[in-house]
């Protein structure tokens, strides 16, 4: 399946709740390249499990149905494989196995031998106590061994990310919601965060989930996310805590900590997992009803129960809003979140450090502007530009690295140019120029400064000289 990659919205509509496999079902039925998803993974370079991508219905709506399956105590242990890179069945098993077919989202069927099929914890529709206890003989050290028994700590999940070749921005979403998950752990057990120990969500298929949700909205072109109200279930669930009633306690505390609230409905199950929140509180901007919402495709990610209310699936619906759709420009637009707080009263130097620190930690912008504060004190306004997922954790490390009580928090909605770097001949040598195009015309012409700042020292001329030197003859490239 194609995928448009000019969309910018991505919107969840979690009316029966959201679960790592339901939403990676629901991204490769919007047309995420199964094998490329797969290839992704791989990085991870994590063994003892396989992938099932299969199309199926629930409540007779069709849609992928997303799976990890995990290799029982004495199968021999195998990488799964596309079908491009695997055509011949799997060799014959220590156990009986047997094989059935399934399709991936592409409509790759791939036939698989196996001798169970484990239950996964992001099935929505599986307790919090971890089914993955065992033992397995893969060629693990006692070490790995160890972890497909117990789990992981939060320390490790983030060193086998960290020491991937995944790219930095599943990385960075990858460990953020992992570190969700761990705060609100730790808070339950009264632990730090980095000595949580993962035995719901630390297990195999579960880092599967988390990362292979962070991977497939990467190839879906890193959308705006935004989803409906977060609807729960009721009842009890059993899970290592003990028997607790729904919403589990980690969901809660992890939806809390965001300032995500929560409704429950009569469906007497749980419709929230930890995971799905962790996804939801690390990557949707808002919460609330569609407004606006163009739908060019819908994708429908499939749960595993058959809830009593309400279909077991995820609506991911990818489209534009109406007010940037129909606009007479082609610019681009994407939402963030502004943070500001007034300071009379930190060290320049200090001020200084926080800048770049926020900066080489992903903010958009972070500036500082004099301002005149109560009983005539000079002070400074401190403002920090972010996306508007990252705005809790921009909001702490002001709170943590400078003088600063609170922090205020706004979003704003922004109009950018379509920008593009080129390489200009000049007289005086190349120069890399960033070009801002509105409507399919350059607006903007900008040379970088590193660029020119070699030609200047090599060429004995001054940089103004360079600098209009290679804005003319980028104007002059586009027009031939």
Known sequence: MGLEMNMKTLYLDIFSGLSGDMLIGALLDL?????????????????????HIKRAQKSQIEGVKFDVHLHEHGEPHHEHSSPEDSPEPRGAMLRAPHEHEHTHADGTKHTHSHAHEHGHEEEHGHTHEHGHEHSQDHGHSHNEEHHHAHG??????????????????????????FHRIAVAEGKIHGLPAEEVHFHEVGAVDSIIDIVGGCVALELLGKPRILAANVVEGMGWIDCAHGRFPIPAPATLAILGARGVGVTQCAEPHE???????????????SFGPMHGLIADK???????????????VLRAILGDTASTSTSANDWETDTIAVLE???????????????EQTLYAGALDVFHTPIQMKKNRPGVLLTVLCAAADADKFSELMLRETSAFGVRRSVAERRKLHREFVTVKTVYGEVTVKLGRLNGKIV???????SCKKLVERNKTPLKAIYEAAQKQSTTDEHG
Do not use: C
């Open 152 to 177: 992981r700590n939060f320390s490790e999940i983030k060193q086998l990310i960290l020491r991937s070749a995944l790219s930095d921005w599943v990385k960075e979403k990858s460990v953020n919601v």
């Open 271 to 285: 419709l929230v997992t930890p995971t799905g929140a962790a996804m939801l509180a690390e990557f949707a901007e």
């Open 298 to 312: 819908i994708g429908f990610g499939l749960g595993t129960r058959d809830n009593l209310t309400r279909p077991n």
């Open 31 to 51: 047309g995420v390249d199964a094998h490329a998803f797969e290839r992704e993974l791989k990085k991870l370079h994590l063994d003892g499990y396989h992938l």
């Open 341 to 355: 707080t007034n300071l009379d009263d930190i060290n320049a130097e200090i001020l200084g450090h926080f800048v």
């Open 444 to 450: 903007q012409a900008t040379p970088e400064y590193e």
